[in-house]
């Protein structure tokens, strides 16, 4: 699936909050267009529940098989907060006291007069080895452990803690797209799209459709790391939408 | 993972569109909660590319460990629909011109004054064997075959799909949630909390955090299909809360 231009991503949100319907989770989408920010491409999304072994598995299902893996979810202070340990076992390592976090989170809550208390320091404890993500917004760090990145559920903190990180990425060619907007059905230019297309292999050519009161609506998205490309399957896309008797707009 | 009184159900997001960041996947949240309703819970998302592999891949991964699976995307009659041709092939099964669904097609467009294309008559096809599953929205049916059920992307499209299949499924037990709110951190009560969800294993207590101008905010959700270890639970966790001189409000 990857292509050897391609640096690619696996995320792995966990949180049953997301799988019981009662969060939407915000981390996905932030996380997609940021890592094509820095030319890597977010491949495949899996949202798993809070249990040890779905961590492992998924951890060790998909470390080998995408460039980075960045997980989402897990790594406060209470019972349901198992990530950095699960994450631990997946690579056969230990959960060690992690001092440098340990002595960020003493300073945060010295700061704030609240006491570093046992269910609190669970937060310093990362895999043996791991390198720290810096946490600017409540101090408990994330950790980085081979290619996989672990970062906090709440989606300020896992925006902060990805701003940290991303210097350490190594991206290729960042994604560029252009989206026409025309009134027509997919099923009226499905087979003239589907030319456009053969004729450009390095562009990836997206078709939604949506309905509104005054009828159908289609975004065509085009994207490709290929500028050139990409500028030449809009023209034709642009000027096909024209043949069909519409006006393409740009969105 | 499987509960033996537990019916699961996964789902497989296909769409280049959500993975780009471009779109917000809204058929998630949806099937939680849905499928939560006839007692099934949803256990594993995956979103992943409209890549043919990918979709073969995943199906086969998950079709034998869910009771159920749901994938969304990819059925309309644009080059890039994939899905039914992919799973037709994931089953080893011929893509076959379903006579119902193309006379259910041919109304459709015959009474928008619309004429039944070659791009059109695509969304015809399916597994050899499939069952459709009504669609009456914009009538191209989805379908079942074996436990996986395709349906369209276009969340308003993939509800009425869902509506038109729920009778199909056999549920479980309903989980029913409720929430505390309360004004503290999750360090403060994080002991206190494990200890309860020690004495109550038949419900699911999870801890989110947040922070608001007038300090942390938590929303403790207590889940469990079983209605009277939940209340005994709830009861104990506003105990506990009141404990730390804070009122507990129900959210």
């Not at 949100?13 to 997301?18: F, P, R, T, V, Y």
């Not at 890592?35 to 060790?60: F, K, M, S």
């Not at 340990?102 to 080895?129: F, H, K, Q, S, T």
């Amino acid at each position: 699936m990857t292509q050897p231009d391609t640096v690619t991503a696996c995320l792995i949100i966990i949180g049953n909050e997301i799988l019981s319907g009662r969060t939407q989770d915000a981390n996905a989408a932030f996380l997609a267009t940021a890592l094509n920010e820095v030319g890597v491409r977010l491949r495949e999304v899996r949202i798993i529940p809070d249990i040890e072994a779905a961590i492992i598995e998924t951890v060790n299902a998909v470390r080998p098989r995408f460039d980075y893996v960045f997980t989402t979810g897990g790594i406060g202070p209470t019972h349901d907060d198992i990530t950095a340990a699960s994450i631990a076992r997946a690579f056969g390592l230990d959960l060690v006291l992690d001092e440098e976090a340990r002595g960020r989170l003493d300073a945060a809550y010295r700061a704030r007069g609240l006491e570093l208390n046992e269910a609190r320091l669970r937060m310093a404890r990362v895999p043996r080895g791991a390198v720290l993500i810096d946490n600017p917004i409540s101090a408990a760090p994330g950790f980085q452990i081979g290619n996989v990145f672990v970062l906090a559920g709440v989606p300020s903190v896992a925006r902060a803690m990805f701003a940290s990180l991303r210097s350490r990425l190594a991206g290729a060619s960042p994604l560029v797209s252009r989206t026409i907007g025309c009134r027509l059905s997919e099923g009226q230019i499905a087979q003239a799209l589907s030319e456009i297309q053969d004729s450009a292999p390095a562009v990836e050519i997206g078709s939604y459709p949506s309905w509104t009161d005054q009828g159908p609506q289609l975004s065509l998205v085009l994207a490709s790391s290929d500028r050139g490309a990409l500028e030449r399957a809009f023209a034709e896309v642009a000027a096909m939408v024209r043949t069909f008797g519409n006006e393409p707009v740009e969105l």
